[in-house]
């Protein structure tokens, strides 16, 4: 199954035997005080320079969330859209739990859209899936019911199914939903990365649709965060996540190893040309430590 979305000029496919699509996370406010005072003040400059770092680092996507409480979420994603898809070509993930914000998003979105999300809450799927199919777009399918996040795989996996399900009956094939089967912190519960890991498995081998996961959710709490993330993601790949949310800084060399290993870059032709890349001119190598 290929999901295709796109952007002002670029487009991106998502699936299985694609190298894995990094979607970049940091535009986002939740936990970053400079970003916040910036979009409170109505300055897009931070959000574009944000932007840029991003693609640069690899991200073929955007996670766009610009929710700052007490802030006009609505007013502030169309000024975000509007002049980030002026300067960047990628397609963008419209991020909000906000269904009114992401029409006013989808109404100005100039591609086809990623948006970021929909639940398997009853009053989610009646507001989200309509405008889904009206706008042609792509839809990120959380599996969280009416009572929060399942602690089973199996459970996640059923509202997995329940998702593609109504979307289907909306209109909306399968190839156009991306399921999320949900990272939480692996400080609270030891299991939380394998309950994960489980039910992406169970979604791949049963409904074989595309899935995201917040790749950075799992090292909420703990020290040396980046280490954890890398350790994380290329089980989360294995496991049937195509398109994760991650700082593409950290993420990029841990996803293009971890495709190569994978078989989903023929001859290494990604990872040689990446290490090609960053490979620093000759004779202004590092010293190495041995
Ligand atoms: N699933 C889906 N969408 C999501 C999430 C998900 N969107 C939001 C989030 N989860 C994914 N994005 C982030 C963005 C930032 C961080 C984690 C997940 C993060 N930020 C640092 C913090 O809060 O401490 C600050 C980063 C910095 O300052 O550099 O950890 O799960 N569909």
Do not use: W
């Amino acid at each position: 199954v290929i999901t295709v979305v796109t952007g002002a000029t670029a487009e991106v496919l998502i699936g299985d035997v694609n190298p894995t699509v990094m979607i970049g996370e940091r535009i986002n406010p939740t936990g970053r005080p400079a970003l916040s005072s910036a979009l409170t003040a109505g300055c897009l400059e931070l959000l574009l320079v944000e932007a840029h770092k991003q693609v640069a680092e690899g991200a073929a996507i955007l996670d766009v969330n610009v929710a700052v409480p007490g802030m006009d979420e609505e007013a502030m994603m169309v000024e975000a859209v509007l002049a980030l898809q002026a300067t960047v070509s990628v397609p963008l993930c419209l991020d909000s739990s906000n269904p009114k914000v992401l029409r006013a998003a989808l109404r100005v979105y100039k591609g086809k859209a990623l948006v970021n999300s929909v639940t398997a809450e009853e009053r989610s799927l009646d507001s989200v899936l309509p405008m889904i199919k009206e706008y042609q777009a792509a839809v990120i399918g959380l599996t969280i019911g009416d009572s929060g996040i399942p602690k089973t795989a199996e459970d996640r996996f059923e509202l997995a199914n329940l998702i593609v399900g109504r979307a289907a009956e909306a209109g909306i094939p399968a190839e156009d939903v991306v399921i999320d089967c949900l990272a939480t912190a692996a400080c609270t519960t030891s299991q939380a990365g394998l309950t994960t890991l489980e039910a992406c498995k169970k979604v791949r081998d049963e409904l074989g649709v595309n899935q995201t996961l917040g790749g950075s959710n799992i090292s909420f709490g703990v020290p040396n965060r980046s280490l954890v993330n890398s350790a994380f993601l290329p089980l989360a790949i294995s496991s049937g996540v195509n398109c994760p949310i991650v700082d593409p800084a950290h993420a990029r060399s841990v996803v293009i190893a971890g495709d190569f290993v994978l078989g989903r870059d023929p001859f290494g032709a990604r990872y040689l040309s990446d290490f090609r890349k960053r490979r620093p001119p000759r004779g202004e190598e590092q010293p190495s430590a041995t």
